[in-house]
């Protein structure tokens, strides 16, 4: 998949502004921490790999 960088954005938003459940609470930590760190670099896209 490629995501461009508003898209990383996008995402990052939506997951800042979702309150998890007790159980989904260390993987929104996880993607959070990951979401910041690309954001972090300055990119023109993003490819990851499945």
């Known amino acids: 998949m490629i995501f461009k960088k ?3 954005e996008l ?3 939506a ?3 979702y309150h998890p459940t ?3 609470e260390h993987l929104h930590a996880v993607l959070i921490e990951n979401l ?3 954001l972090a ?3 023109e896209m993003l490819d990851i790999e499945y």
């Open 6 to 8: 508003k898209d990383v």
């Open 11 to 13: 995402l990052y938003r």
């Open 15 to 17: 997951l800042r502004a």
């Open 22 to 24: 007790e159980k989904e």
């Open 36 to 38: 910041e760190e690309t």
């Open 41 to 43: 670099i300055d990119f």
